[in-house]
T-cell receptor
Framework: SQTIHQWPATLVQPVGSPLSLECTVE??????LYWYRQAAGRGLQLLFY??????ISSEVPQNLSASRPQDRQFILSSKKLLLSDSGFYLC????????????FGPGTRLTVL | AQSVTQLGSHVSVSEGALVLLRCNYS??????LFWYVQYPNQGLQLLLK??????LVKGINGFEAEFKKSETSFHLTKPSAHMSDAAEYFC????????????FGKGTKLSVKP
């Protein structure tokens, strides 16, 4: 069966510091991968998605970036965090057909102080 | 373009009462619709999905939703609320195209009173 992991579970970072969040999927190959941010009262906002290694599409311009160095690894990064980057970050995957259900990871709670 | 509107950011029901969470969608193509549930500080879990088969969709935990094209609605219901149903619920529509991107509503937080 497939499982999705996110690391770390919680993170507190000062403004201006770098960020690296990791998402890994097990039990499947060539998944579509997604990063979402959930801020209070604003639902889920799609940040990035990837259909393959090195292929990243950005949905919202911001100071965040994403990379996919391996087939089942998706990384969200920032060089300098802003207060507005605080939120709950969720990674998701679905099968490469794109028509399948998206399955979500447990999330990372990021607080920028 | 696709969009989702969830009516009511908070819904409160008594234990044993009917749960009704409303979702209206807009889609220029036949929609794929989803309901997800999120418990505090956890990821989203799929409750059910509509993919153009039966209009009444049954999901996990006793929830079901009915697709009504004429009303562009996909409301979520459960006949009898349980304390464990307290969570946030998100309706989503699949965006057109092959990537399978989802557009989410802003969520409805369900409280269940004893």
């Amino acid at each position: 069966s497939q499982t999705i992991h996110q690391w770390p579970a919680t993170l507190v970072q000062p403004v201006g510091s770098p960020l690296s969040l990791e998402c890994t999927v097990e039990g499947t190959s060539n998944p579509n991968l997604y990063w979402y941010r959930q801020a209070a009262g604003r639902g889920l906002q799609l940040l990035f998605y990837s259909v393959g290694i090195g292929q990243i599409s950005s949905e919202v311009p911001q100071n965040l970036s994403a990379s996919r160095p391996q087939d089942r690894q998706f990384i969200l990064s920032s060089k300098k965090l802003l207060l507005s980057d605080s939120g709950f970050y969720l990674c998701a995957w679905n099968r490469d057909s794109g028509r399948d259900t998206q399955y979500f990871g447990p999330g990372t709670r990021l607080t920028v102080l | 373009a696709q969009s989702v509107t969830q009516l009511g950011s908070h819904v409160s029901v008594s234990e044993g009462a009917l749960v009704l969470l409303r979702c209206n969608y807009s889609s220029s193509v036949p929609p794929y619709l989803f309901w997800y549930v999120q418990y505090p500080n956890q990821g989203l879990q799929l409750l059910l999905k509509y993919t153009s088969a039966a209009t009444l969709v049954k999901g996990i935990n006793g929830f079901e939703a009915e697709f009504k094209k004429s009303e562009t609605s996909f409301h979520l219901t459960k006949p009898s609320a349980h304390m464990s149903d307290a969570a946030e619920y998100f309706c989503a529509v699949r965006k057109g195209g092959s990537q399978g991107n989802l557009i989410f509503g802003k969520g409805t937080k369900l409280s269940v009173k004893p």
